[in-house]
């Protein structure tokens, strides 16, 4: 398997470790990354030798959300081009959620917007305790909504709203109490503690672990096409406003935006 932006090492026990390896970007979510994973998701589903699947970053991050090149590139362009981005890392998360494999996240580091929401489509979820999280899109007058779906699936709406509108910074224990990850551990004990995770899943039947988590998606809320469609169209109407434009240029030319100056 050859990605950009990934690697896949599979051990003889049938352990799939996918990293996501732009460590000097803090493995932000570029376009091909988005396109790695969509991929990674289907080779991996169709493996029968995989039984385990571990999510993880290279370097000192988990996945700090969207790519900045790719944030550049949504300032100039059409609103159809804007939805199909999006509509790129939607059919990701669902692809992922989707996968017929247990997924557990080695939450290694930071992890915000993008990253909580691959977090968030994963069965399982280890944090080592300095991870910091955030859903921080309203500080450049945008809205999560392409992920939302799956993250408000994860923590619950009254987290979710918390989170989503205040764009608050949050620690592991936080995290944990609002359900986003299973436990916190010190970050020499991350490993160990993901095999203890992993280890009962070799005891049980894989085409009975998928159909579980297959039960599981359709007992609960769904996240069909039609839910994806709405959060993409909110998302558009979001990007085409001033607060976004001021967002994203405040961004790019690192200053403050007009609100932050106005409330300081």
Known sequence: MNFETISIAVDQRGV??????R???HNALSGQMIADLTRAAALLGADRQVRVVVVTGAGASFCAGGDLKWMKDQVDATREQRTAEARKLALMLKALRELPKPLIARVNGQAYGGG??????CDAAIAAAGARFGL???????????ISPYVIDRIGSAAALRYF???RIFAADEARSVGLVSAVVEPDGLDAAIEAEIE????TAPDAVAAAKALVQ???????EQVIEMTLMRLADTWETVEAREGLVSFIEKRPPSWKARSS
């Open 218 to 224: 359709a007992v609960g809320r769904p996240i069909d």
């Open 200 to 203: 009962p899943y070799f005891a």
């Open 165 to 167: 509108t205040s764009a």
């Open 23 to 25: 460590p000097d970007q």
């Open 116 to 121: 909580v929401g691959l977090i968030s489509v």
């Open 136 to 146: 921080t899109e309203t500080r450049l007058g945008l809205i999560p909504a392409t």
């Open 16 to 21: 799939a470790v996918l990293t996501l390896a």
